[in-house]
């Protein structure tokens, strides 16, 4: 099971993982990106999201 994290240093706030993979991710606060309380870590959209973000901010 995937354990996707994201870099808050790294994230630029472009919101494209939360489209990408809204099971997943959403904006924070401060308008990064960041792991849902409720994630489902069997999302397949996750490697999708590791892969489109533009600054690699998503490891998994
Ligand atoms: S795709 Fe990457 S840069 Fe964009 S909000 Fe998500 S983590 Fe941040």
């Given at each position: 099971m995937?354990n996707?994290t994201?870099?808050k240093d790294?994230?630029?706030s472009?919101g494209?993982?939360?489209?990408v ?6 904006e924070?606060p401060d308008g990064?990106?960041?792991v ?8 397949a ?6 892969d ?6 998503i490891?998994?």
């Open positions: 995937p996707p994201v870099d790294l994230c630029v472009c494209l993982c939360s489209q993979c809204p099971e997943v991710f959403e924070g990064t990106g960041q849902k309380a409720d994630a489902d870590l069997n999302a959209c996750i490697q999708d999201a590791v489109q973000c533009p600054v690699g901010a490891s998994a």
